[in-house]
């Protein structure tokens, strides 16, 4: 059994704010696992603690350990640009640069570590774009802009940009919320797809979503972590009553 991400006593801040209380909990390696839980309990905090962007926030701090690859990503000696590049990050909101064509949002992170070779560029929009399942429907279009594609294909074009670096982790964080049924579907089997190859983290508010596509599933509730463990199971017979209730809409 193989985890990519070791979490130990994990808190984190917001100044005096205490958003993540004493997390531990092991991240499997090419598996999705969904974190659920109401509005404001530590989500998305966790994700951005995972890539160390938490620490960014003006005041934000963090204590614990987060091992990656067995390193601890918080000691002295690692650098934190070093450990975004392995991560790729997805938002609720789908982001492709704007003034950019499908091609070049694709192509931007590679540019920016210095490739300039057009074919190598070509290959991997290309092998990127399939990934994403995408590129059938946008393979006539590579020079338009990537603002001018429907809310869906945006998300799966910023799926496509993360995956051009080669990281060895997505993290999603709500990447469903503003798409509709059927876009969502259509993220659902790629994030299926994707965990074939890379380990992939979702936030989501969605239950039904978390119990379609997720291996293993964290139940946060005011910043602790209350159950964790195969997605069936906590879904089908939860171990605590907290979770129960949250599942059985009593609560959230």
Not at 71 to 86: L, S
Not at 218 to 232: D, N, Q, R, S, V
Request: hydrophobic share 45%; aromatic share 8%; proline share 4%.
């Amino acid at each position: 059994m193989s985890y990519k991400f070791e979490i130990e006593n994990l808190n984190a801040w917001f100044s005096s704010k205490h958003v993540l209380r004493n997390i531990s909990m092991k991240i499997r390696e090419r598996a999705v696992t969904a974190i659920i839980g109401p509005s404001g309990c530590g989500k998305t905090t966790l994700i951005r603690c995972i890539n160390r962007m938490h620490e960014i926030v003006p005041g934000a701090r963090v204590s614990g350990k987060v091992l990656f690859n067995g390193i601890d990503i918080y000691a002295e000696d690692v650098d934190p640009v070093q450990v975004r590049r392995k991560m790729g990050m997805v938002f609720q909101k789908p982001n492709p640069f704007p003034m950019m064509s499908i091609y070049d949002n694709v192509a931007a992170g590679l540019k920016l570590n210095g490739v300039r070779d057009k074919k190598r560029l070509g290959e991997v929009v290309e092998r990127s774009l399939r990934m994403a399942i995408l590129w059938d429907e946008v393979k006539d279009d590579l020079n338009k802009s990537g603002a001018s594609l429907s809310g869906g294909q945006q998300q799966r074009l910023c799926i496509a940009r993360a995956l051009a670096v080669e990281p060895e982790v997505m993290l999603m964080d709500e990447p469903a919320s503003a798409l509709d049924p059927i876009a969502t579907a259509k993220l659902e089997v790629l994030i299926r797809m994707l965990a074939k190859d890379f380990t992939v983290v979702i936030v989501t508010h969605n239950m039904q979503q978390a119990a379609r596509v997720a291996d293993f599933t964290a139940f946060l509730y005011l910043g602790e972590l209350i159950e964790y463990g195969p997605t069936k199971a906590l879904f089908e017979n939860p171990e605590n009553e907290l979770t129960e209730k949250y599942i059985t809409g009593q609560f959230g």
